[in-house]
């Protein structure tokens, strides 16, 4: 089992930045692939960033040039860095761990809230 804590939401105004973070502990092993997903009222989940076992790191289109992804393999931790933030990035952001492609774990979900 694995267990992932999400870290570093909040309110932030228009044009601002955050970075979020995901923690994980427990039996980690093997390839872990760590997608970033995010979901405002009333709408779907929708895929923001993955970071692959080799660090490399895809945006989805809404954010490039704004986000990124990164990972610090000593801490078990994978970041999301949110700059030029824009009140439609509003939502909460959840990241999953993919662990050897079976497995896949669930952040409890960070609130990012961006005030005009």
């Known amino acids: 089992q694995v267990q992932l804590v999400q870290s570093g939401g909040g309110l932030v105004q228009v044009g601002g930045s955050l970075r979020l973070s995901c923690v994980a502990s427990?039996?980690?092993?093997?390839?872990?692939?760590v997608h970033w997903y995010r979901q405002a009222p009333g709408k779907q989940r929708e895929w923001v960033a993955g970071?692959?076992?080799?660090?490399?790191?895809n945006l989805a289109g809404s954010v490039r040039g704004r986000f990124t992804g990164s990972r610090d393999n000593a801490k078990n931790t994978w970041y999301l860095q949110m700059n030029s933030l824009r009140p439609e990035d509003t939502a909460v952001y959840y990241c999953?761990?993919?662990?050897?492609?079976?497995?896949?774990?669930w952040g409890q979900g960070t609130q990012v809230t961006v005030s005009s």
């Open positions: 999953k761990l993919t662990q050897s492609g079976v497995y896949e774990y």
């Open positions: 427990g039996s980690i092993s093997g390839i872990n692939v």
């Open positions: 970071i692959s076992a080799g660090g490399s790191v």
